[in-house]
């Protein structure tokens, strides 16, 4: 290992330790433990790249190690928060089931078979990761949301539909449904066809004024809800992205 690629590297392995950690955590259904690790490790993921990038020093093995952690840290932790989210308060009773009724007729499953849907993500993850580490296309922008955006949405879910504004945690513990279309909607985030900036935080005059939305908005957000804050900053993040795709679309043809 050259010594330049010594630091980076280490980064990346700092972003893989605290994804871990906020594996541990999620498991144990500690979302706020879970959503400050995660900060840390999308911190260690923006900073590895940015000083490889400084010094010199991007390598295979540095871009492989990236990829390795990532899928840890945005593609297992999301999916372990929501299976917890569902099966947590389940845990002490194995013998509850989920009852569809098909047209009168019903059918009861165990829980625990549906409770992995959320693991579709880690899957979409580890494709969308593997891809572009082989693609040259991706250096100022991404196709399809991130993947540490992916796990800053997900994470925090469950504090947020804790929160008096919206109040869902109960509907989210008693049906598997909802779980699952969060999840499904979480895999077509990071595989969709859409281009979306990157964050440089580099705060120039360069930079779009999509990007200052973004800042601005995110600052009055951090404000008022603090963690709870983080999926919102991506939902902004996604809307701003998609105005922008259909403000490109419709230009040209004006």
């Not at 580099?202 to 600052?219: A, P, R």
Request: aromatic share 12%.
């Amino acid at each position: 290992m050259k010594s330049k690629s010594i630091l980076p590297n280490s980064l990346t392995l700092l972003n893989l330790f605290f994804g871990c950690i906020a594996c541990v955590f999620s498991f144990w259904n500690i979302i706020s433990g879970a959503v400050i690790c995660l900060l840390l490790c999308a911190l260690f993921d923006l900073l590895d790249g940015s000083i490889a990038r400084r010094f010199n020093a991007e390598s295979r093995l540095g871009k492989q190690l990236d990829a390795l952690a990532d899928l840890v840290s945005f593609g297992l932790t999301p999916a372990i928060i929501l299976h917890a989210e569902y099966t947590f308060n389940r845990i002490m009773d194995k013998n509850r089931d989920i009852v569809f009724d098909f047209f009168g007729l019903s059918v009861e499953f165990q829980w625990l078979p549906l409770s992995v849907i959320p693991f579709a993500m880690t899957l979409c993850v580890a494709y969308r990761l593997a891809k572009f580490n082989s693609s040259e296309n991706q250096k100022e922008i991404f196709n399809g949301l991130p993947s540490p955006a992916l796990a800053l949405l997900m994470v925090p879910l469950p504090l947020l539909f804790q929160h008096p504004h919206f109040d869902l945690s109960h509907q989210f513990q008693e049906s598997i449904i909802p779980i699952a279309i969060i999840s499904l909607i979480g895999c077509f985030l990071v595989l969709m066809p859409l281009k979306m900036f990157k964050l440089k935080l580099t705060f120039n005059k360069n930079q779009s004024i999509g990007e200052w939305i973004l800042y601005v908005v995110s600052l009055a957000l951090l404000f008022f809800y603090q963690l709870l804050a983080i999926p919102l900053i991506v939902c902004c993040y996604l809307l701003i992205n998609l105005v922008n795709h259909f403000i490109s679309r419709i230009r040209p043809t004006q």
